[in-house]
């Protein structure tokens, strides 16, 4: 299965911030993913990272708030736009190699806000 | 996507078998049950998955009933480092990737 690396693994920030989340795969992937996993809560997807092309947003999330980028085939960013408390949440990036295959996800970035 | 139901929390021995059960009554016939568990801290992992016939690797086995509308998730013989939350989840097969849609899950604790 594939390596994946999150940075930071966890922030703390002020609110009104902004902060950039990496992911970096060892292999070339086909689809990459965001999801957040509020306090005591399940995973959500947040959007779908496209290479080359705009993010795919989830029912209530949305550009601007989280911008996404792919450049390459393993690597993808998530930014965490103009932060507030209720941002506070595991931010995780997850994998695909296709479409048949199991989605590989790392181990997430712990993100508080003040 | 079709939903799950699965009880919120189990208790398992240590050293015994955890059943976990998944009742997946609406499944479609292109849709697989997939396991993810997850231990504190760390993000989900990858258990096992199937479509209708039964499956077995080196971490579980996964039962599927013959209709398709529960499945079984069997962990042999239970240890404490497998206390975690486990998530059953259909998802179709399109050929091309689709997001995966998390329940709540079932908290299993292994206990001494």
């Known amino acids: 299965s594939a390596v994946i690396s999150q940075k930071p693994s966890r922030d703390i920030c002020q609110r009104g911030t902004s902060l950039t989340i990496q992911c970096q795969v060892d292999?070339?992937?086909?689809?990459m993913f965001w999801y957040r996993q509020q306090p005591g809560q399940s995973l959500t997807l947040i959007a779908t990272?496209?290479?080359?092309?705009?993010?795919?947003?989830e029912s209530g999330f949305v550009i601007d708030k989280f911008p996404i980028s792919r450049p390459n085939l393993t690597f993808s960013t998530l930014t965490v736009s103009n932060m507030s408390p209720e941002d506070s949440s595991i931010y995780l990036c997850s994998v695909e190699y296709s479409g048949d295959q199991p989605q590989h996800f790392g181990d997430g970035t712990r993100l508080s806000i003040l | 996507d079709a939903k799950t139901t699965q009880p919120p929390s189990m208790d398992c021995a240590e050293g015994r078998a955890a059943n976990l059960p998944c009742n997946h009554s609406?499944?479609?016939?292109?849709?697989?049950v997939y396991w993810y568990r997850q231990i504190h801290s760390q993000g989900p992992q990858y258990i096992i998955h199937?479509?209708?016939n039964n499956e077995t690797n080196e971490m579980a086995s996964l039962i599927i009933t013959e209709d398709r509308k529960s499945s079984t998730l069997i962990l042999p013989h239970a240890t404490l480092r497998d206390t975690a939350v486990y998530y059953c989840i259909v998802r179709p097969r399109t050929g091309t990737a689709s997001k995966l849609t998390f329940g709540t899950g079932t908290r299993l604790q292994v206990t001494l």
């Open positions: 609406t499944i479609s016939g292109n849709e697989y």
């Open positions: 199937g479509l209708k």
């Open positions: 990272a496209n290479q080359g092309s705009e993010a795919t947003y």
């Open positions: 292999s070339q992937v086909t689809m």
